[in-house]
C-alpha cells in the first residue's frame, strides 16, 4: 500500500499548453528528479512514462490526459500531462475538472499559441490558479524578453519574472532565482544536478531590475504592502513569497520560470513552486453542481462531507480493462463502496482505489482531494460524478462541442461486424468527443470526432484493442431535395387485378414547397367520403414513403405540403396498400410536374488563425463557395466567422493545419440547407449513389 497524504500535502497541477511546447518532457523530468524513475522518458524512444499509449509513440505527442504521482519534500505532486493538439483538446478541458491550479507551458521560440489560449482561458473560467513555464529556452530564438511580453500582452494578466536566464539559445544554463538571489547553473548530462553560486556581475544590473519589477507587482496585490513599500521601496523576501503566494492563489498574477525540460535544466523550480505557491485540494473553491433539474444547487465537500468524485478521464487497457480516473472531493466511501452515479440514475461498487504513474498502478487509501484510478466500474464515463448513495446532486459536467468531422467505418475482417459495435462503444467510453452514429444514406457505421488525426488515432487504437479491422470513406453528404413550385390535383392511381380480390385506390393532391425547415405537412380536406377515413393515414404514408428518395438525385425530399383533396374507392378491392402506393404514386407525378432542387447543407465556421495567415484563410474558404460573415482580431489571432458548404469542408481539419503551420483551429455547426448551384447539379446527380433522374 502506497504512502498515505494528507490534503494538505497534495498539490494536483495540469500541465497544459499548445502541442509540442515540452509538456510531457516537462513532466517526465519533475519524476526523474524526485526519483520516481529512474531516467527521463522520452515518447518518440517509447519509454515515457506519461505517453504510455503506442499510438503516442508513433505521432510524438500526447493524444489523451495521464496522471503520475511523485513526492517533493513530503509533498504529493499529482502531475495532469495533458494533450495540446486540437484534436484532443476536450480532454485537457475535462482533466481541468481534477486540476487544483495549471502551469502553463509556453515554448519560448514559438510564443503563445492558439491552443494556449483556450486552455489559459478555460482555467482562468474554472478560477483555477496559474503559472507560466517558459520551455526550450535552450533552442534557436528564444528570448525571454519577447515571451514574458508576449504573455503579457495576450493574456492581459500581471506575468512577473521569478528567475532570470543564464545564458540565451544554445547557452542557456540556469536561472537566476530571485527569491534566493543566488545563480543556479546546471549540468549538461540531464541529471538535473546544479550548483547554487554567487550572482555573475555582467547580470547584476539585470537581476535587480528583475528584482523591482516583481516587488512593484507584488506590493500591487495588496494594499497593505504597496503602502509599506512606497514608504520604504524595499520589501524582504518573506515578504514578497508570502504575498507572491496569496497573490497567485487568487489569480491576480502568474508566476513566470525558466526550463529546458528536454535537458532538466530548471525543472525543480516548478516542483519548488507547487510545494510552496500553489493551492492544496482544500484551498480550492467548491465546483459548481447541479440537482437532477439541472439547477445549480450549493453543496459542501472536504474530508468530513458525504463521498464524491467526478471522473476526469477513462482508459482501457487491452490487458487490464477499464480504468476510471477520478478527483475526489468528499470523505471515503461507505465499507460496502456502493456509490451513486446520478448521469445514469444507477449504482456502482468501488473496489480498490489506485495511485497511477501512466498505465503504472499502486493500491492506496482514498483520501479527499487526491486523483486515483478505480478498475472495471461498469457504467461509469469521463464526466460522470460518483457521490454517496443518499446525494442527489452531480458535478458540472464538460461540455462537448460538435463534431468537425466524420469517417464510415466497415469492418474488413471476416466477422469483424460482430466486433465493430462492441469496438466503438468502447471507444467512446475512452474518448467523450467521439461519437457513432448511423447514416441512412449509405447504411453504414459513422464515426465522428474532432479532426483527422482524432479519426485516425481512434480507428489505430480500436485496431489494437479490440482487433477490428475497418475501412474508412468519407460520409455521404447528406443533400435534400424540395419542389421547385406548387402542382394542384395530381392524380395518383393504383389499380391492380389479378382475379379474385383486386386493389384499388385514387387520391389527387395539391403539393408545394414550404419554408426551410419546416419539414414535412400532410393536410388531410377530404369530404363527402371519396375517400373512407381509415385509408386517409394509408395516403399519408405512402407519401412519406415516397420522400426517402426524391426524382432529380435520389436524396430525401423535405419541406413540402401535401393536401388529399379528392380521392376513389372501391368498397371490394380498395385496402391500406392499395393508398400508400397511391399516395406515393401521386408525390412521384408531383415531383415530375413541378421539378426539383437540389438543397445542400450549410455549416457556420468559427475559425481563429494566426493574423498573419487570415488573407490565406479567407482566400481558401471563398474558394470552397462560402461566404465570409464577419473578422475580429483576438490578440495576435484573427477569429473569421463564414458560411461554408459541408461538401467543402469535409476534409477541412488538415488543409488548415497546412495553412497555419498547425496553429489554426475551427469549430462548425450546422446552419441550414441552401440551393444547390446550377453548374453544380449535374455533378452532385451523376455523383448520387441512388437511383435519379436528370435535373429540369
Not at 469521463?382 to 460538435?402: H, Q
Not at 481539419?653 to 446552419?671: I, N
Request: net charge negative; aromatic share 6%; charged share 25%.
Amino acid at each position: 500500500m502506497a504512502k498515505a497524504y494528507t490534503p494538505e500535502n497534495i498539490r494536483n497541477v495540469a500541465l497544459v499548453g499548445h502541442g509540442s511546447c515540452g509538456k510531457t518532457c516537462l513532466g517526465e523530468a519533475v519524476l526523474f528528479n524526485a526519483g520516481a524513475t529512474t531516467r527521463l522518458g522520452v515518447t518518440v524512444e517509447q519509454t515515457s512514462t506519461l505517453d504510455f499509449e503506442p499510438e503516442e509513440h508513433k505521432r510524438g505527442g500526447s493524444i489523451a490526459t495521464s496522471v503520475a504521482w511523485a513526492d517533493h519534500g513530503g509533498v504529493k505532486l499529482n502531475i495532469l500531462d495533458t494533450p495540446g493538439d486540437g484534436n484532443f483538446i476536450y480532454d485537457t478541458f475535462a482533466a481541468l475538472h481534477g486540476a487544483d491550479s495549471v502551469a502553463v507551458v509556453v515554448s519560448a521560440p514559438d510564443g503563445v499559441e492558439v491552443q494556449t489560449e483556450r486552455v489559459y482561458h478555460k482555467a482562468a473560467e474554472l478560477g483555477l490558479p496559474r503559472v507560466f513555464v517558459v520551455n526550450k529556452m535552450d533552442r534557436d530564438r528564444a528570448d525571454a524578453d519577447t515571451v514574458l511580453a508576449d504573455i503579457n500582452d495576450t493574456f492581459g494578466i500581471e506575468a512577473v519574472a521569478l528567475q532570470v536566464p543564464i545564458g540565451t539559445e544554445q547557452d542557456f544554463k540556469g536561472v537566476v532565482s530571485l527569491l534566493q538571489m543566488k545563480a543556479l547553473t546546471y549540468a549538461t548530462d540531464g541529471s538535473g544536478k546544479f550548483e547554487k553560486g554567487d550572482i555573475s556581475a555582467d547580470l547584476k544590473d539585470e537581476v535587480d531590475a528583475a528584482w523591482e519589477k516583481l516587488v512593484e507587482t507584488v506590493a500591487s496585490t495588496d494594499d497593505d504592502l504597496l503602502e509599506q513599500y512606497l514608504e520604504t521601496f524595499e520589501l524582504s523576501e518573506d515578504q514578497v513569497r508570502t504575498s507572491l503566494r496569496a497573490a497567485v492563489r487568487r489569480g491576480d498574477l502568474a508566476p513566470v520560470i525558466f526550463t529546458a525540460a528536454a535537458a532538466n535544466v530548471g525543472v525543480h523550480a516548478l516542483m519548488d513552486l507547487a510545494s510552496w505557491a500553489l493551492p492544496n485540494p482544500l484551498e480550492r473553491a467548491t465546483p459548481p453542481a447541479l440537482d437532477a433539474n439541472g439547477d445549480e444547487v450549493e453543496i459542501a465537500v472536504g474530508p468530513d462531507t458525504p463521498f464524491s468524485a467526478q471522473v476526469i478521464h477513462t482508459f482501457i487497457d487491452e490487458f487490464s480493462g477499464k480504468m476510471n480516473i477520478l478527483r475526489l472531493f468528499g470523505g471515503p466511501p461507505a465499507a460496502d463502496g456502493i456509490v451513486a452515479n446520478p448521469s445514469h440514475e444507477d449504482t456502482e461498487r468501488l473496489g480498490t482505489f489506485y495511485n497511477l504513474r501512466g498505465n503504472h498502478r499502486e493500491p492506496t487509501e482514498p483520501v479527499c482531494g487526491d486523483i486515483v484510478a478505480v478498475a472495471k466500474l461498469k457504467h461509469t464515463h469521463t464526466n460522470d460524478t460518483l457521490v454517496a448513495p443518499e446525494i442527489r446532486w452531480s458535478f458540472e459536467k464538460v461540455r462537448y462541442p460538435p463534431p468537425m468531422m466524420s469517417y464510415t467505418i466497415t469492418a474488413t475482417s471476416k466477422g469483424g461486424e460482430g466486433k465493430l459495435k462492441q469496438a466503438v462503444e468502447r471507444l467512446c467510453e475512452e474518448d467523450p468527443t467521439i461519437t457513432v452514429s448511423y447514416d441512412e444514406l449509405s447504411h453504414h457505421l459513422v464515426l465522428n470526432g474532432m479532426g483527422q488525426a482524432h479519426l485516425d488515432m481512434a480507428v489505430a487504437r480500436m485496431k489494437r484493442k479490440s482487433k477490428v479491422e475497418v475501412a474508412t470513406d468519407l460520409p455521404l453528404v447528406p443533400y435534400r431535395e424540395t419542389l421547385k413550385r406548387k402542382v394542384s390535383n395530381v392524380e395518383g392511381k393504383h389499380k391492380k387485378q389479378t382475379g379474385g380480390s383486386g386493389q384499388f385506390g385514387v387520391c389527387y393532391l395539391d403539393v408545394e414547397p414550404v419554408p426551410s425547415g419546416v419539414g414535412f405537412e400532410f393536410v388531410d380536406k377530404i369530404f363527402g367520403g371519396s375517400i373512407p377515413k381509415q385509408y386517409i393515414p394509408s395516403v399519408e404514408k405512402g407519401v412519406a414513403k415516397c420522400m426517402d428518395h426524391g426524382g432529380l438525385a435520389g436524396y430525401p425530399v423535405v419541406d413540402i405540403r401535401v393536401t388529399l383533396t379528392d380521392g376513389k374507392y372501391h368498397p371490394v378491392d380498395s385496402k391500406d396498400v392499395a393508398f400508400q402506393l397511391a399516395g406515393s404514386k401521386g408525390l412521384k407525378s408531383a415531383m415530375a410536374t413541378a421539378g426539383m432542387k437540389l438543397l445542400e447543407p450549410v455549416y457556420k465556421m468559427e475559425i481563429v488563425t494566426p493574423t498573419e495567415n487570415m488573407g490565406d484563410v479567407m482566400g481558401d474558404i471563398t474558394g470552397r463557395r462560402g461566404r465570409v460573415m464577419g473578422m475580429n482580431p483576438r490578440g495576435k489571432n484573427t477569429v473569421i466567422e463564414a458560411i461554408v458548404p459541408l461538401a467543402e469542408i469535409q476534409r477541412y481539419a488538415p488543409d488548415l493545419r497546412s495553412m497555419t503551420g498547425g496553429k489554426g483551429t475551427y469549430t462548425m455547426a450546422f446552419q441550414s440547407y441552401e440551393d444547390v448551384p446550377g453548374n453544380l447539379i449535374n455533378k452532385v446527380v451523376q455523383g448520387s449513389p441512388f437511383k435519379s433522374g436528370s435535373p429540369d
